[in-house]
């Protein structure tokens, strides 16, 4: 699987948008880029994923680069409670056997008022 | 709204004992998984499931078991507990294929303290 590099931690004023980037250069051609993030004693939460468009949902956006080679999670209006640790992972669809997802260190975001 | 419910949110048990972790998801998923997360070492896959009776091992399986006689429920056991196995336990479960199956829903996790 592709690896993943991400800043090991950002800050972000609150009601700004909080840009985090994932590099991930070796990413092959059937690979989804996926976010996660773990608040503070709580398991960790499903964000969004997406293979090569541009995707958005209700929780934030994400934009991957035309060589596919990095992305960025965009949560646009920041708040106090999307303090957390984030998490960029590069996985097949379906890769036989089961779908190991490896959680790297993430970056971690503090958002201030 | 709860879908992936763990048994217990804070466990303390002595040394030697057998510890039992629940896990119950409500979305009818194919898949359910036991995570371990310690600070510096991120989340390391225990067991998984992929049906109803099935386990693999994970990266770390040694001193766990798990049992799943039902699809809604996965149990992590630790037959006989060690101070090293004080940690976050974290369960999750997915679809089997298609688009949902890189999606996890986790659980609240359970921190465990071995004495």
């Known amino acids: 699987d592709a690896k993943t590099t991400q800043p090991p931690s950002m800050d972000c004023a609150e009601g700004r948008a909080a840009n985090l980037p994932c590099n991930h250069s070796?990413?092959?051609?059937?690979?989804?880029v996926y976010w996660y993030r773990q608040i503070h004693s709580q398991g960790p939460q499903y964000i969004i994923h997406?293979?090569?468009n541009n995707e958005t949902n209700e929780m934030a956006s994400l934009i991957i680069t035309e060589d596919r080679k990095s992305s960025t999670l965009i949560l646009p209006h920041a708040t106090l409670r999307d303090t957390a640790v984030y998490y960029c992972?590069?996985?097949?669809?379906?890769?036989?056997?089961?779908?190991?997802?490896?959680f790297g260190a993430g970056t971690r975001l503090a958002v201030h008022p | 709204d709860v879908k992936v419910t763990q048994s217990s949110r804070y466990l303390v048990k002595r040394t030697g004992e057998k510890v039992f972790l629940e896990c119950v998801q409500d979305?009818?998923?194919?898949?359910m998984f036991w995570y371990r997360q310690d600070p510096g070492l991120g989340l390391r896959l225990i067991y998984f499931?992929?049906?109803?009776?099935?386990?693999e091992k994970g990266d770390i399986p040694e001193g766990y078991s798990v049992s799943r006689e039902k699809k809604e429920r996965f149990s992590l056991i630790l037959e006989s507990a060690s101070t090293n196995q004080t940690s976050m336990y974290l369960c999750?479960?997915?679809?089997?294929?298609?688009?949902?199956?890189?999606?996890?829903?986790f659980g609240a996790g359970s921190r465990l303290t071995v004495l």
């Open positions: 999750a479960s997915s679809a089997d294929r298609g688009t949902g199956a890189n999606v996890l829903t």
């Open positions: 070796t990413i092959s051609g059937n690979e989804y």
């Open positions: 997406g293979l090569k």
């Open positions: 992972i590069v996985r097949p669809l379906y890769k036989g056997g089961y779908n190991k997802l490896i």
């Open positions: 979305m009818d998923h194919e898949n």
């Open positions: 499931s992929y049906d109803v009776k099935m386990k």
